[in-house]
């Protein structure tokens, strides 16, 4: 291999030198057929190759051969100028593509320049330049479609950069075939101003040499002339030919033979078509059968054969399917596979089927892409792959979304219709049909396209189907996000911080903490909605006080602590203040006091009566700051915040409790209200 790396090299030198020392008619000949067999021998790799890449050096192969060519035609000229014998292959193109008639071949010689020029260069040339531009206008979107498809966990980083490295390939080839192409162009345009040379160079020396009559000599240069141009123009014309077959195949499974065979004749019927037209031309027209009969017989029973062996591979495949299917329904693989359940489902009846399919332009799949990615940078998590199916038991507008199979929302979509919903004050003048928000559950209506325009003018927050869907699914997400945090899923996320910080993951898992305890502190955290983005401070805080104790709840405590400018980004708004409802020292004390420990761990056994009085209490002065625009958050000691968490979660599941020691001492807090039960 070595040695033949030498070659182009050694091939490039050699051409260079024929530019400038003559070559012996012998050697031309020899070389000649060698730039035939070169030229038929690209033409058949380029239609062997399945993709364009597999045959990525043909830009520079091509500007070699082309110069190779070059190369001949001023050796051949100089022989044909100086002896009036350019070797035994131009001698007998020449004469043979000719054959006694100098115009005659001429004329023969100016079609196939012209075919090569105008149909074969100039469309390879412009095939090349478009290639050339998409794909370079297409590598962003592939960018972004392999950072989606890397951050959904769908390949790995390896296949990533693999995948880029090929677009960038890919890239550099069309760039460089764009350029080649004018290599092509100009060959042909040298290849006729050069036989012109010959003829008028050729007929001048002849006359004045005294090389014999007009006739003769014209008919001598003519001769030679023609035979150096069709020895040059049959190779140009087949690597020409070349450029267009690689710039124009796309990615297949198989060669340009395979492919176009199965392709041309995937179809029986039109080449039973076919065959009666052939029948019918010889039938009714001076053509006669004897010439059309042949080809109608031979077409008729390419296809006879054709379908006999697509109904027997149709067959064979119903068989295999058959036995593949008995097979896995007998087999214990497939009971596993039946009770599998998706970590999330998206139903929906018919009517909604135009927002999912993209042919009828639905947007609703790009959407989703978006909230997982929007929600790993919101909460740190990655978003299981959430699966669509349409459901004929639901209505029509109707879906529902399931977690592990179990239904958490359910909602019914008017198509047509916006989701009209007030700023506070409703307008008399827009009117639809009454409903609830259904991410959170506010009072909205549903309202015609002549509607939407005045609930516009009057600051109505209008929303269509689509975005509404997009809406609701983010919002279940994220109110369920702790849920679909497993072991397994934990596991990925520490292993992907270990390649950054391999010492924090060393000290802490397996000698400290095992998996399942870490998952369940970030479990904790996601069901308040407070983001393990964060997770290297997350893995540091348990490392530093899981000596201590073991406790997730409690290590859950020391963590949001240490997380506290981030938990305050995210229940303030802007500048203002954080509005808090504390709890009276009595109160904190009456609950510190009905905490009880056991095996299970510290439980709070509030005296039900006390508890809805805490609770009613609790809203009331929320409802109250919220006709004030305010929000407000309950702010407890830490010791017993996480128990009055548990305490709210099912009647006021949105509401924040936070400890003093998680708000950051730099933000600015005002009383909404003391509780006092």
Known sequence: MKRLSLFPVVAVIFIVAMLVIPVPPTLLDFLLIINLATSLTVILVSMSTKEPLDFSVFPALLLITTLFRLALNVSSTRLILTNGYAGQVIETFGSFVIGGNAVVGFVVYLILAIIQFIVITRGAERVAEVAARFTLDAMPGKQISIDADLNSGLITEQEARERRKNIELEADFYGAMDGASKFVKGDAVASLLIVAVNIIGGFIIGMVE?????????????????????????????LSTATGLIVTRSASSGDFGTEIMNQLLFSPRSLYIVAAVMLVLGLFSPIGILITGPIAVVIFVAARRITAQQTKSEEQLRIQEDAERAKTTKSPESMYSIIQLEAIEFEFGYGLFPFVDAAQGGD????????????????????????FRDNIQLRANEYVMRIKGSEVARYEIYPGHY??????????????????????????????ESMRERAMLVNYTVVDPPSLIATHLTEVIKRHAHELLGRQETKQLIDAIKERQPVLVEELIPQTLTIGEVQRVLSNLLLERVSIRDLSTVLETLADYAKITKDPDQLTEYVRQRLSRQITALIRTGDQPITAITLSQAT?????????HSEQGVQLALDPRIAQQLMKSVNDHITRLASLGKSAVLLVSPGIRAHVHRLFIRSMPDLYVLSYSEIDPDAPIESGGVVNV
């Open 210 to 238: 005294g090389g014999g009559s007009v006739s003769t000599v014209l008919k001598t240069y003519t001769q030679l002339s023609v035979g150096d141009g069709l020895v040059s123009q049959i190779p140009a014309l087949l």
């Open 588 to 596: 904190e004390k009456r609950i510190q006091e009905h905490l009880s």
């Open 419 to 448: 989701l009209a919903m007030s700023p506070g004050i409703a307008d008399p003048e827009v009117v639809g049909i009454p409903t609830k928000e259904p991410a959170f559950g506010l009072p909205a209506e549903w309202i015609n």
């Open 364 to 387: 609703l799949l790009e959407r989703v892409s978006l909230i997982r990615r929007q929600i790993a940078l919101d909460l740190g998590i990655v978003v299981p792959m959430i699966r």
